[in-house]
Nanobody
């Protein structure tokens, strides 16, 4: 499975941004797709996750109420980010794992896309 994330860039505080993650390769039914982020000098952290059928989602406390993860009927997953804050500045990664458990540890995800930089300016 190959994942490709895109949609990052520069946005002002309070603005919005939508990240996309496109999956290609083998059939990927039953998988969890997650978004992670890593700021300079910090560990990679879970942001949001969604089951491949879209029926279950999960969010980090920092993302609840501001970010929304979704997927379409194809192999694309999205992260809508609203009310962005300077502390949201990071490289954002999409990742995937087989199974039904929505792990929040990056160690549990085996397929990764390249990161996309999100910078929130104050």
């Amino acid at each position: 499975v190959q994942l490709q994330a895109c949609g990052g860039g520069l946005v002002q505080v309070g603005g919005s941004m939508r990240l996309s993650c496109a999956a290609s390769g083998r059939a990927f039914s039953g998988a969890i797709v997650g978004w992670f982020r890593q700021a300079p000098g910090k560990e990679r952290e879970f942001v949001a996750g969604i089951t491949w059928n879209g029926r279950r989602t999960g969010y980090a406390a920092s993302a609840k109420g501001r970010f929304t993860i979704s997927r379409d009927n194809g192999k694309n997953t999205y992260l809508q980010m609203n009310s962005l804050k300077p502390e949201d500045t990071a490289v954002y990664y999409c990742a995937a794992r087989d199974g039904s458990i929505m792990h929040t540890s990056s160690d549990e995800y085996f397929f990764w896309g390249q990161g996309t930089q999100v910078t929130v300016s104050s």
